[in-house]
Nanobody, 119 residues
Framework: QVQLVESGGGLVQAGDSLRLSCVAS????????MRWFRQAPGKEREFVAH????????YYADSVKGRFTISRDNAKNTVYLQMNSLKPEDTAVYYC????????????WGQGTQVTVSS
């Protein structure tokens, strides 16, 4: 079992930066593939960023590529999402999710953290 807790959201202006954190419980965090998703009001949840369990593979949604960076610190059981050059359309609840290495089923989710970007 893995429990995930996100933090770091807030209200910022367009062009600002935020760093989200997702702390995982358990001793096997390093064996989990991690993703960030987001859900804007009235929209479906969408993929944002991916990092493999090894940290060697990352990829991003086109909408955030070049602005957002996912990283992880296995010693701290934490995955981060550095968000730069934020835009109003980045406003959403951001969720981290975990899947065991080799699985594509993200069955562990955090409660989400709100990011609001004003214009």
């Amino acid at each position: 079992q893995v429990q995930l807790v996100e933090s770091g959201g807030g209200l910022v202006q367009a062009g600002d930066s935020l760093r989200l954190s997702c702390v995982a419980s358990g001793r096997t965090f390093s064996s989990y593939t991690m993703r960030w998703f987001r859900q804007a009001p009235g929209k479906e949840r969408e993929f944002v960023a991916h990092m493999s369990w090894s940290g060697l593979s990352t990829y991003y949604a086109d909408s955030v590529k070049g602005r957002f960076t996912i990283s992880r610190d296995n010693a701290k059981n934490t995955v981060y999402l550095q968000m730069n050059s934020l835009k109003p359309e980045d406003t959403a609840v951001y969720y981290c999710a975990a899947a065991p290495a080799g699985s594509s089923v993200y069955n562990y989710w955090g409660q989400g953290t709100q990011v609001t970007v004003s214009s």
